[in-house]
T-cell receptor, first 111, second 114 residues
Framework: GDSVTQMEGPVTLSEEAFLTINCTYT??????LFWYVQYPGEGLQLLLK?????DKGSNKGFEATYRKETTSFHLEKGSVQVSDSAVYFC??????????FGTGTSLTVIP | DSGVTQTPKHLITATGQRVTLRCSPRSGDLSVYWYQQSLDQGLQFLIH???????AKGNILERFSAQQFPDLHSELNLSSLELGDSALYFC?????????????FGPGTRLTVL
């Protein structure tokens, strides 16, 4: 079945630093790809998504590009803020909308 | 607010007991998914229901069961509880199951087994 490998955390950055969280996946066919974010004490919420190769998803300054040739969907942000401190999950989905979540990467941004 | 509700928010019980967690999906969503989140194992998919029928099973123990009712709410039943069952349990809902549809997560139920 589909699976995902996500960069292990925890990651600690200073405010305004550049963020990259790596995500690679294995899948049959052409999955849609998602990044979800979980803020402390809350459920997961969608951060961004891409549904086909070379699509770029973006939201709140975060971006990720669907790279079919490298089966990757790395999350980036040019300048992180303290409010970005959260756990980030990468997930491909299959045609049945089954999500395959990674282990999550915890990000802490310090002032 | 995702529109997905879960009750109770917190549950504390003893080993060997049985509990029921409840989830109401967003209006119009036919699919309900259950996940377990523990500190050491991340987010584990348990089971998926679509319009009352089981669609897929993940890492769900035989002691656990679920169902989706005609009004589309779902219940996750956990029995013969063990200390290791302590975790956050999330449900999520989505539109009919074609690929690429966002799952909307509830706030979770925190289960503590003592």
């Amino acid at each position: 079945g589909d699976s995902v490998t996500q960069m292990e955390g925890p990651v600690t950055l200073s405010e305004e630093a550049f963020l990259t969280i790596n995500c690679t996946y294995t899948a049959t066919g052409y999955p849609s790809l998602f990044w979800y974010v979980q803020y402390p004490g809350e459920g997961l919420q969608l951060l961004l998504k891409a549904t086909k190769a070379d699509d770029k998803g973006s939201n709140k300054g975060f971006e990720a590009t669907y790279r079919k040739e490298t089966t990757s969907f790395h999350l980036e942000k040019g300048s992180v803020q303290v409010s970005d401190s959260a756990v980030y999950f990468c997930a491909p989905t299959d045609t049945g909308n089954q999500f395959y979540f990674g282990t999550g990467t915890s990000l802490t941004v310090i002032p | 607010d995702s529109g997905v509700t879960q009750t109770p928010k917190h549950l504390i019980t003893a080993t060997g007991q049985r509990v029921t967690l409840r989830c109401s999906p967003r209006s119009g969503d036919l699919s309900v998914y259950w996940y377990q989140q523990s500190l050491d194992q991340g987010l584990q998919f348990l089971i998926h229901y679509y319009n009352g029928e089981e669609r897929a099973k993940g890492n769900i123990l035989e002691r656990f069961s679920a169902q989706q009712f005609p009004d589309l709410h779902s219940e996750l039943n956990l029995s013969s509880l063990e200390l290791g069952d302590s975790a956050l349990y999330f449900c999520a809902s989505s539109m009919p199951t074609s690929g690429g549809n966002e799952q909307f997560f509830g706030p979770g139920t925190r289960l503590t087994v003592l």
